[in-house]
């Protein structure tokens, strides 16, 4: 895996449905190194922090491969890195084989997945269309938060390196499902395991323990 773009927003101000609302997910790319603290990239930051950011979600991060899908579906003809409003664009990030817990290191961070990324209105918001929030839950494309275990810097062209994998090999596109699909049987597998990832967000851990009992 490769990082092929760093992307970095302070909350801005947008109009929708005649309000005015405060958002950060218009990321756009930055060159040179990006210095990373616990919270959040240098540069970057979060409108409402109830649902968006903290420790367990400093920095989300997205598939370049999936890519040539939404230009597909969506009938366009580019899209520019950080449109889905993550920090980190990476070549062949693979949610069925990335599993929560996982730890990386980039530049001189280190980082571990700590859950998928659920979209709310303001992904419709960036792309100017209300409907994308469901088509992208169910394109099973919701790239990973991460939390930064190690402060550190990256830049565009770092490498992505597996340092460590996550406790019980919970891949993040099976907890995904399990988390869409809570009746069935192999949902209450994957949440028992999950529930053993130490890295897992607390938010996570809360409604997956809830679900369970």
Not at 203 to 210: G, M, P, T, V, Y
């Amino acid at each position: 895996m490769k990082v092929v773009s760093v992307n970095v927003s302070l909350p801005i101000e947008v109009e929708f449905r005649g309000e005015l609302i405060s958002t950060g997910i218009f990321k756009k790319p930055v060159a040179g190194g990006v210095i990373v603290n616990k919270s959040h990239l240098s540069g970057d930051g979060q409108a409402d922090l109830t649902v968006h950011g903290g420790e367990d979600k400093a920095v989300y991060a997205y598939s370049l491969d999936h890519y040539e899908y939404w230009q597909r579906v969506l009938r366009r003809d580019t899209l520019p890195p950080g449109q889905f409003g993550e920090n980190l664009t990476i070549a062949r990030l693979d949610e069925a084989t990335s599993c929560i817990g996982d730890h990386w290191q980039i530049g001189t961070a280190i980082f571990a997945i700590t859950q998928p990324r659920m979209p709310c209105h303001k992904l419709g918001i960036r792309f100017n269309d209300m409907n994308m929030p469901k088509l992208f839950s169910r394109a099973r494309r919701n790239g990973v938060y991460l939390k930064v275990l190690r402060e550190g810097i990256v830049a565009t062209g770092d490498e992505v390196k597996l340092l460590q994998r996550g406790v019980d090999a919970v891949y993040v596109q099976e907890i995904l499902q399990a988390y869409m699909s809570p009746k069935l049987a192999a949902s209450k597998q994957a949440y028992r395991r999950v529930l053993r990832v130490s890295e897992l967000s607390n938010e996570w851990r809360a409604k997956i323990a809830a679900r369970l009992g």
